[in-house]
């Protein structure tokens, strides 16, 4: 978010790093995954319950123009949020008894945010420079929650329809500082009602005695305040050969809706066949929430995981 993106994706995390002038590019990409989810379950007949989807392919792109020898701009559009979900919850009226369900809750969810944005980075010098970008953050999503409360008599079936869309601005800002060996960074993202405030700073390091590697750590902060979740980076960029860049991160999330610290892997390449630069990028994240226990849920813990799929192709412009 903060120094591991000097291209034109620097729009959407940290507009400081956009490419000054002399390198300009469009790029476009396409993402795609699916996620998981298992459910521990009291009681011995059934275990746990999983369920997954795949996520749509979502198509992104961004380009950069440097307009002097210090101010650059750069624009694009991503999806950064997918609601897509279909979950079943059980709640008990006596926890001790498992077989004693009192309510089966339905969440039908599709949906999706957007972000289309323009931006500007400035070098106050050779070693700092700062930028700012902003735009609209846009989409919806078509929420059905469906309670099915059960009587000694008869069901209740109660259905709610959670349905939003959002259309507001939204900006991101950043500052990039350089140094002998390497560069530091921090960078900002705004708050909309449906997606969360998000805080960091890292440094990147160049470490000649490992073949020119670089090596970096990042704290990201999302909602920073008390309800805060906390995502810390470790990541490696390696010049495995002339046409070839290999790229590795760990991440480690935690946080008060954690139920214990879990970890992220990604890794990717970037290969040039001059004068197009192409990038394979592949995403992996597990996390463990806590469950509702005020509810008498069935669960103390959900398990999640994530992977992504991604490819970008650059052009100089």
Same mark, same amino acid.
């Given at each position: 978010?903060?120094?591991?993106?000097?291209?034109?994706?620097?729009?959407?995390?940290?507009?400081?790093?956009?490419?000054?002038?002399?390198?300009? @590019?469009i790029?476009?990409?396409?993402?795609?995954?699916?996620? @998981?989810?298992?459910?521990?379950?009291?009681?011995?007949?059934?275990?746990?319950?999983?369920?997954?989807? =795949?996520?749509?392919?979502s198509?992104?792109?961004a380009?950069?123009?440097?307009?002097?020898? /210090?101010?650059?701009?750069?624009?694009?559009?991503?999806?950064?949020?997918?609601?897509?979900?279909k979950?079943?919850?059980?709640?008990?009226?006596?926890?001790?008894?498992?077989d /004693?369900?009192?309510?089966?809750?339905?969440?039908?969810? /599709?949906?999706?945010?957007?972000?289309?944005?323009?931006? &500007?980075?400035?070098?106050?010098?050779?070693?700092?420079?700062?930028?700012?970008?902003?735009?609209?953050?846009?989409?919806?999503?078509?929420?059905?929650?469906? =309670?099915?409360?059960?009587?000694?008599d008869?069901?209740?079936?109660?259905?709610?329809?959670?349905?939003?869309?959002?259309?507001?601005?939204?900006?991101?800002?950043?500052i990039?500082?350089?140094?002998?060996? +390497?560069?530091? +960074?921090?960078?900002?993202t705004s708050s909309?009602?449906?997606?969360?405030? /998000?805080?960091?700073?890292?440094?990147?390091?160049?470490?000649?005695?490992?073949?020119?590697?670089?090596?970096?750590?990042?704290?990201?902060?999302?909602?920073?305040?008390?309800?805060?979740?906390?995502?810390?980076? &470790?990541?490696i960029?390696?010049?495995?050969?002339?046409?070839?860049?290999?790229?590795?991160?760990?991440?480690?999330?935690?946080?008060?809706h954690?139920?214990?610290?879990?970890?992220?892997?990604?890794?990717?390449?970037?290969?040039?066949?001059?004068?197009?630069?192409?990038?394979?990028?592949?995403?992996?994240?597990?996390?463990?929430?806590?469950?509702?226990?005020?509810?008498?849920?069935?669960?103390?813990?959900?398990?999640?995981?994530?992977?992504? &799929?991604?490819?970008?192709?650059?052009?100089?412009?």
């Open positions: 978010m903060t120094v591991g993106v000097d291209d034109a994706y620097s729009v959407f995390l940290n507009p400081a790093g956009t490419p000054g002038f002399g390198a300009e @590019t790029s476009l990409g396409m993402n795609y995954g699916g996620w @998981t989810e298992t459910t521990p379950v009291r009681g011995e007949i059934i275990p746990e319950i999983q369920r997954g989807e =795949d996520m749509p392919f198509p992104f792109g380009f950069s123009l440097g307009i002097t020898e /210090k101010l650059s701009a750069a624009a694009g559009c991503c999806m950064v949020s997918c609601f897509d979900y979950g079943t919850n059980y709640i008990y009226g006596e926890p001790d008894i498992p /004693k369900i009192t309510m089966m809750q339905y969440l039908d969810s /599709k949906g999706n945010l957007h972000e289309a944005l323009a931006g &500007l980075s400035y070098s106050l010098s050779d070693n700092l420079s700062i930028g700012v970008s902003g735009g609209t953050r846009f989409g919806s999503a078509d929420i059905i929650k469906t =309670d099915n409360e059960y009587t000694p008869s069901t209740v079936i109660t259905q709610y329809d959670l349905s939003w869309s959002e259309n507001q601005f939204c900006w991101h800002g950043g990039r500082a350089g140094f002998g060996y +390497g560069n530091a +960074g921090i960078a900002i909309t009602d449906h997606y969360p405030a /998000k805080t960091a700073i890292g440094v990147m390091i160049l470490a000649e005695h490992l073949k020119n590697s670089k090596i970096g750590f990042e704290c990201e902060i999302i909602s920073p305040g008390k309800d805060a979740e906390y995502i810390g980076r &470790l990541m960029e390696n010049p495995t050969a002339s046409f070839l860049n290999t790229f590795l991160s760990v991440s480690f999330t935690d946080g008060p954690c139920y214990n610290p879990r970890m992220g892997f990604s890794t990717g390449f970037e290969m040039n066949f001059n004068p197009v630069i192409t990038q394979f990028g592949y995403y992996y994240r597990n996390r463990s929430r806590r469950g509702l226990r005020d509810n008498d849920q069935y669960y103390q813990h959900i398990d999640d995981t994530t992977t992504l &799929l991604s490819v970008v192709v650059f052009y100089p412009l």
